[in-house]
């Protein structure tokens, strides 16, 4: 594995092809910010997918009924559906925990101070730091947690979340023709 090169402060990425070799520089105030909304987008996630499932088990019980039968590609579909639908929810409830793991470790003495008001100057720029992108952090600091970053997990969440609704789609067309 190739470790990234450290980014330096001075100079800032300016477009989106250097920030993937380099982290984004944050300030704690961001950081903090970025995970309320992680926190937000993952709850609403969760209850889609927590829906999904749901009209997936609903649609399979109506298919329980005499003179009702499935076709190997729906079942295929419902069974892939139902997969990935549960590991995107699993992914989910990580993510969500380690919002919680992560602030702790944040720290939130930079971020207690008041935003500058209107007309005033904003914080020097050290507040910035490449330390602050919290995308690159583990999810959690335990052992086996130090492997998966937390923008490794997201990634893995919104894939199984969109494959999982692609499959479910791909059922409920198979079914309802």
Same mark, same amino acid.
Request: with cysteine.
């Given at each position: 594995?190739?470790?990234?090169?450290?980014?330096?402060?001075?100079?800032?990425?300016? @477009?989106?092809?250097?920030?993937?070799?380099?982290?984004?520089?944050? @300030?704690?105030? /961001?950081?903090?910010?970025?995970? /309320? =909304?992680? =926190?937000?987008?993952?709850?609403?996630?969760?209850?889609?997918?927590?829906?999904?499932?749901?009209?997936?088990?609903?649609? *399979?019980? +109506?298919? %329980?009924?005499?003179?009702?039968?499935? @076709?190997?590609?729906?079942?295929?579909?419902?069974?892939?559906?139902?997969?990935?639908?549960?590991?995107?929810?699993?992914?989910? @409830?990580?993510?969500?925990?380690?919002?919680?793991?992560? /602030? *702790?470790?944040?720290?939130?003495?930079?971020?207690? %101070?008041?935003?500058?008001?209107?007309?005033?100057?904003?914080?020097?720029?050290?507040? +910035?730091?490449?330390?602050?992108?919290?995308?690159?952090?583990?999810?959690?600091?335990?052992?086996?947690?130090? %492997?998966?970053?937390?923008?490794?997990?997201?990634?893995?969440?919104?894939?199984?979340?969109?494959?999982?609704?692609?499959?479910?789609?791909?059922?409920?067309? =198979?079914?309802?023709?």
């Amino acid at each position: 594995m190739t470790s990234r090169k450290r980014a330096d402060p001075k100079y800032p990425p300016r @477009s989106g092809k250097e920030n993937i070799t380099q982290p984004v520089f944050a @300030s704690p105030r /961001s950081a903090v910010e970025a995970l /309320s =909304q992680i =926190q937000e987008w993952g709850k609403w996630m969760a209850g889609i997918q927590t829906a999904a499932l749901g009209g997936l088990g609903a649609i *399979l019980l +109506e298919a %329980r009924k005499p003179g009702a039968c499935l @076709s190997d590609g729906e079942r295929t579909c419902a069974f892939l559906s139902f997969l990935f639908l549960s590991l995107g929810l699993l992914f989910s @409830s990580w993510v969500l925990s380690s919002v919680a793991s992560i /602030s *702790l470790r944040l720290g939130l003495a930079d971020t207690r %101070r008041p935003a500058p008001a209107k007309g005033e100057m904003p914080p020097t720029p050290l507040d +910035e730091s490449p330390d602050f992108d919290i995308y690159e952090w583990p999810s959690f600091p335990w052992v086996g947690g130090n %492997r998966v970053s937390l923008g490794l997990l997201m990634g893995a969440q919104h894939w199984s979340w969109f494959i999982g609704l692609v499959l479910l789609a791909a059922f409920c067309i =198979q079914f309802f023709r």
